[in-house]
């Protein structure tokens, strides 16, 4: 904080010192596919600016012919002309700039959502999603007028400028220079007072973000905000940050009011030094009263363009500043190998559902995508996340097709990190993950995830209703292939009880759903995938018994269909797999079944045990 006494110290990095400054190259860039617009409309502001010039011309004029008895009809008719016509441009120009701001702002807005929904997953580890909201609802809108209004009004105004010096100069080039030193005195000061006014703007910005990432995090945590009464803590750290917002808001209009005040002052003095001057001028017979007269009306004239620079100016420091932030995403890696229809990246909305597809035989969940499913290998695989200590450590097994793996071990083993590298959401360091015999590292990203179905630990049920959610998986699935997988799924109870049936909306994090119901949607999403690898996170973890063994009759089910990968922490659900892969540090510590690994593994009994003992007090002895 630099002028505000009392303020506590400055503890957030001002938003100058985290945001890049964009290039000034690339805000043209921005602007170019609009160039003849924004030709069109610096010619009308030209054009309405000139028409403006010329008026003290005719003033004189008037004057003149006034003095000398003369018609004055002519002038005051090219007067009235002017002004119309100045209207007109001027209104012509304003729709045709802002038309053109909102067509920037537009296609700046549609590469960013498309570029941010293809981020590949490291780079959406690394920065909080409000902030990446902020670059395409707040920052563009930053950039849209800088790109267009910003550059007019800084180009006209120059031009304008120094089209008023010209006329002036054609008048007396005395009363032009004594103009000018009265000007350059508070330019002098406006460089002072200008960068204050944009480093007070980023921080009050950059404040205006705190607020909207404390709010992020306690809205999106309420129940745990007031379980825990944080209510008042989270209410004072974000009221901390209104007030800074505040202050620097307060630093900024300090400035502004200077600025203001300059710039009226500054015309008023060149007026009293002009009328002074120029009164002598008149006195001494060297120069018209009519001249004197249109001069001053140049002076007052100037305020305009001068405005004009320091408006246009100030929206294109706040858009360089924009700009630089939304270069940034586009330096961020994207997965340029998924689907590039956009309908796939869109949810399906609640359209028409195509008819019946190919009716399940009784007993089927998803069949293979095409052929045997196929097997599935690690080989050597090594990962760590960016920055972190390794994670997986040269881990190797295989799944042979249609059969099922279980992995186990302690909570941060690995075993998600295993499943995110099978979908390509990052890349092993070394070593290689095989589908069917092919590297998936040589295939498309979109490829990769077409073959498998994947419901992840916590999945969340989107916001949208039951239907949305099941189509989204699969959004050509047929009624009976909806309905085959809620009774897979054991979900067709929980239907029966709802008024609207599929069509029940379920809130954004699924709070119309319990735990269990809402992994028990998520697993029926996967079904309606058909997918040839079905990779299972905790998906049992919290559905009680009896659900839980439906499910592993119908995962046991599944097998001839496609290969089975599962995590899993209940050892009911692991003692029926073909394969038990028990992963510890990162390692691969024993491969076997259930039989093998209790006379062999020492960890895998420890697990073993521990949850027969949950199992005996959860359920009563076995
Ligand atoms: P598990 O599923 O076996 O409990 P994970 O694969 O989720 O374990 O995590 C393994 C380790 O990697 C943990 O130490 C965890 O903290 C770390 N980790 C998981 N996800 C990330 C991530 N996105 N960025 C950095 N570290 C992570
Ligand atoms: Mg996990």
């Known amino acids: 904080m630099t002028a505000s006494p009392g303020a506590p110290a400055e503890h957030r990095p001002s938003a100058d010192e985290g945001a890049p400054a964009g290039s000034f190259g690339s805000l043209l860039r921005r602007a170019r596919p609009y160039w ?21 011309k005719f003033a004189q004029e008037i004057l003149d012919r006034l003095a000398t008895g003369e018609s004055v009809a002519r002038p005051i008719g090219a007067l009235a002309v002017l002004l119309v016509g100045g209207a007109l441009l001027t209104g012509a120009n304003a729709w045709l700039q802002q038309r053109t701001s909102e067509r920037v702002v537009r296609q700046v807005r549609r590469d960013l959502v498309g570029r941010l929904i293809r981020l590949r997953v490291p780079e959406l580890d690394r920065r909080p999603p409000g902030d990446l909201i902020a670059r395409v609802t707040a920052d563009s809108t930053l950039l849209k007028s800088a790109a267009t209004e910003g550059l007019i009004m800084s180009v006209n105004g120059a031009l304008t400028f120094v089209g008023t010096l010209v006329m002036m100069a054609t008048l007396h080039a005395g009363l032009l220079l004594a103009t000018l030193l009265v000007l350059a005195l508070v330019g002098l000061v406006m460089t002072v007072v200008l960068p204050r006014i944009r480093r007070a703007v980023a921080r009050e910005q950059s404040a205006v973000g705190a607020v909207g ?42 400035y502004s009011a200077v600025v203001t005040m300059l710039g009226g002052a500054s015309i008023q003095t060149a007026f009293l030094v002009v009328l002074g001057l120029g009164g002598m001028l008149v006195a001494n017979g060297d120069m018209d009263a009519s001249a004197l007269i249109a001069f001053l009306l140049y002076v007052f004239f100037l305020s305009s363009p001068v405005a004009s620079l320091v408006g246009g100016a100030g929206m294109l420091q706040q858009g360089l500043g924009a700009v630089g932030r939304i270069d940034e995403v586009e330096e961020m890696a994207v997965e ?3 689907d590039p229809a956009p309908a796939a990246l869109s949810a399906p909305g609640p ?73 390509r959401f990052y890349e092993p360091t ?25 419901v992840e630990q916590d999945a969340p049920a989107l916001a949208g209703t039951l239907r949305d959610n099941l189509l989204y998986a ?78 592993g009759e119908l995962v046991a089910g599944l ?23 028990v992963l510890e540090h990162g390692r691969v510590r024993a491969v076997g079944t259930h039989g093998s690994l209790m006379d062999d593994d020492g960890l895998y009994r420890e697990f073993a045990a521990s949850q027969l003992l949950s199992a005996e007090q959860g359920a009563g002895p076995r």
């Open 36 to 56: 003849r617009a924004l030709a069109l409309s610096l010619v009308l502001s030209l054009l309405a600016s000139v028409s403006g010039l010329v008026q003290p």
């Open 213 to 254: 990432s404390l709010l992020d995090r306690t809205l999106g945590a309420t129940r745990t905000v007031k379980a825990n009464g944080a209510e008042g803590r989270e209410t004072r750290a974000a009221r901390d940050a209104v007030e800074d917002s505040y202050r620097a808001g307060l630093v900024g209009a300090r």
């Open 336 to 338: 340029d190998d998924i």
């Open 351 to 423: 359209g028409p559902v195509p008819g019946p597809g190919p009716v399940p035989g009784p007993g089927s969940g998803p069949g293979p995508g095409s052929g045997p499913p196929p097997a599935v290998e690690a080989a050597g695989v090594e990962f760590a996340y960016p920055g972190r200590s390794p994670v997986l450590r040269g881990v190797s097994f295989t799944v042979p097709g249609g059969t099922q793996t279980a992995l186990v071990g302690l909570s941060g083993a690995g075993k998600t990190t295993l499943f995110s590298l099978l979908q």
């Open 430 to 454: 070394a070593g290689s993950l095989r589908i069917g015999g092919q590297d998936i590292a040589s295939l498309p990203r979109a490829e990769v995830r077409r073959r498998i179905a994947y």
């Open 474 to 551: 699969a959004p050509d699935a047929g009624e009976e292939e909806i309905a085959e997988a809620l009774r897979a799924t054991r979900l067709d109870a929980l239907l029966a009880r709802l008024d609207r049936g599929l069509d029940t909306p379920v809130g954004a994090r699924g709070v119309a759903l319990s735990g269990g119901e809402r992994q028990r949607l998520a697993i029926a999403r996967a079904l309606l995938r058909r997918p040839q690898v079905l990779l299972l996170d905790e998906a049992t973890a919290q559905l009680d018994a009896r659900n839980e063994q439906a499910l």
């Open 559 to 581: 097998s001839r269909r496609c290969t089975v990968l599962l995590i899993a922490h209940r050892l009911s659900t692991v003692v029926e797999a073909d394969q038990i892969v």
